[in-house]
């Protein structure tokens, strides 16, 4: 009976493994010079920039920073400020990362962090596929609601809005 069960969980490693794959894949056609993790260099980050952090070796969690700290669309459908620690805190990855042009500026939309502040405190219903961070991350860049499914999603349209390939780098602690 636990032979089932073991190739089960195998089977759906290897199912979050491939989603994890195909995303990369496709952040790279154009949108995206350097992934989360990729570069050694960092960036301090500025108000309204966009950042993200790994969850679970297989998705991504973005938000907006402002004042020292993350606001994000939390999974149970608040939208909050926390620190940066709490950012990271129940999510495997360490690190923080911004995104920035292929020069190592941070890609901020005029309005962003007020747009993001506006939201503070409300609920969503939050769901993992059509209601997610990557969605609120893009009202509040473009001041528009619209459906931003995945990490690779949120990347096609900042490159686009900005008109620069993206560069992941790590958030300077300094």
Sequence with gaps: M????????????????????SNKISQHRGYVDVLPGE??????????????????????????????????????????????????????GEEIFIACDTF?????????????????YQYRDYDLLNNNCHRFVWQAVSGVDEPINRFGDLNQHLSLLHQS?????KMSTN
């Design 39 to 92: 570069s050694s260099l960092s960036v301090k980050p500025l108000d309204g920039a966009v950042v993200c952090c790994e969850v679970y070796g297989v998705l991504d969690h973005t938000g907006i920073w402002f004042d020292d700290g993350v606001i994000e669309l939390n999974g149970n459908g608040l939208i909050r400020s926390i620190s940066a620690e709490r950012f990271l805190a129940d999510r495997s």
């Design 104 to 120: 190592g500026h941070p890609l901020i939309a005029e309005h962003t962090h007020t747009r993001a502040v506006s939201h503070l």
């Design 165 to 169: 390939s993206l560069s992941w780098l």
């Design 2 to 21: 636990a032979l089932p069960l073991l190739w089960l969980g195998a089977a759906a490693a290897a199912t979050l493994a491939g989603i994890k794959y």
